[in-house]
């Protein structure tokens, strides 16, 4: 394997490790589809605060790299 292959394979693996790390998001949609309306506006009073911001951005970027590396592993290979 190349250098940049293993990178390619590294940011793979970060961007697996912090999407399971984010908590659920779903849980207001889940519940108004099952008949709880309750909760129905939840996406918009929810706010990222902290750490959850943080892993959303982390998140971001992650996925940006991944397709920069993408396409450079296709390029440059």
Not at 56 to 73: D, Q, S, Y
């Amino acid at each position: 394997m190349h250098f940049l292959d293993w990178i390619f394979l590294v940011i793979a693996v970060l961007i697996i490790i912090i999407t399971l790390i984010q908590g659920g998001k779903g849980e207001g949609a889940s519940s108004s589809i099952m008949g709880g309306l309750s909760n129905a506006h939840s996406f918009a009073t929810m706010k990222e605060r902290g750490t959850e911001k943080a892993l959303t951005r982390i998140t971001f970027v992650l996925a940006g790299l991944f397709f920069f590396m993408a396409v450079a592993v296709r390029v440059l290979l």
